[in-house]
């Protein structure tokens, strides 16, 4: 059989194949993050058929101060539970499993857009304010209660945003994370912050619930975290009881400046999991299914996330599959 039209099982997460929909920012919410007609037409397109096995919904903010962009979905009030169980319904229905991904922008929240002073691990030129101890656990709190109500509404895991320079990124990012106390210095340190945040969601949701964590595992940069720092982490995530790793950049985003070629995070995602046991997600610039199928047989990853590609082209999904049988 392909080995990307294996099954894949975690906990209660039943996979079809190994094919992945990462998180794609569409800025198609309404006013205050609620969820429109358009972005219910747009996963309805994108999830017909039932060919991804694996939809990971577009990041939602978990506070308003958190918040990325104007356009962007929030997941910051139990009001918003039935506008996301339609989201959830909708992608079921068509036959794929959806996981809700979580996130708080920081640094990266625009003062215009929420009314409120960006939020990080450090003050960066007066541009923000540095959290307190009490600060971030309130943010650990928000991502709890966000995880929550992710799972009230139906969807099959909860991803949280530890990538592509949001808060987590930032704090993971020696660049940006400057603090002398608990949650600054050394690797273990700068991941604290994430180890609260994973401890508090699987609290809340429980342990047969799927908890994936997008993680930026190096900047690419110099200065900023590298994959050696990566992989210290990812054990610790392991540990932490996460179930899935989604591999991406950190600082520098989701596209890196000299890194080209289908699956270009595949030096990343091939480290991360020569350290770990549980299962690793691939994405970067894939457009061929034959390229998806070289990649998992030599064990870069065990799923793979192809964005771009169904963005351009919604039945992408349904000609990759055809051509592998």
């Not at 906990?11 to 309404?30: D, G, I, Q, Y």
């Not at 047969?208 to 900047?219: H, K, N, T």
């Not at 000299?258 to 299962?279: C, H, M, N, R, T």
């Amino acid at each position: 059989m392909s080995h990307l039209l294996k099954p894949l099982e975690i906990k209660n997460l039943k996979l079809k194949n190994r094919l992945v929909m990462p998180p794609l920012a569409t800025e198609k919410s309404k006013e205050y993050g609620r969820i429109s007609k358009e972005l219910l037409d747009y996963y309805d397109e994108k999830s017909e058929g039932g060919h991804i096995s694996l939809i990971i919904v577009e990041h939602a903010f978990v506070s308003e101060e958190g918040r990325a962009s104007k356009g962007q979905m929030s997941i910051a009030d139990d009001s918003i539970i039935d506008d996301l169980k339609k989201l959830a319904n909708i992608i079921h229905s068509n036959g794929s499993k959806a996981v809700m991904q979580i996130n708080h922008a920081g640094i990266k929240a625009n003062k215009e857009n929420t009314g409120l002073d960006p939020v990080g691990p450090s003050l960066l030129e007066g541009e923000n304010k540095e959290l307190s101890i009490e600060g971030i656990k309130d943010i650990v709190e928000k991502f709890k209660v966000a995880a929550l109500r992710a799972k009230k509404a139906g969807f099959d895991g909860v991803e949280i945003h530890a990538a592509h320079g949001y808060l987590l990124s930032q704090f993971f990012s020696p660049i940006t994370n400057k603090r002398n106390d608990e949650y600054g210095g050394a690797v273990l340190s700068r991941i604290k912050i994430h180890l609260e945040v994973i401890k508090a969601v699987i609290d809340a949701v429980g342990k047969d619930y799927p908890v994936l964590i997008r993680f930026g595992a190096s900047d690419y940069m110099d200065g900023g975290s590298t994959i050696e720092d990566g992989k210290v982490a990812a054990k610790e995530f392991q540990k932490a009881g996460v179930d899935i790793l989604d591999i991406s950049g950190g600082l520098c985003g989701a596209v890196v400046q000299g890194l080209d070629g289908q699956g270009y995070f595949a030096p990343l995602s091939e480290a991360i999991k020569d350290v770990v046991s549980i299962p690793v997600i691939l994405t970067g610039g894939i457009t061929d299914a034959s390229v998806a199928e070289k990649l998992l047989k030599e064990e870069k990853a065990d799923l793979i996330g192809v964005g771009r590609a169904i963005l351009r082209d919604s039945t992408w999904a349904k000609k990759a599959i055809e051509s592998l049988k």
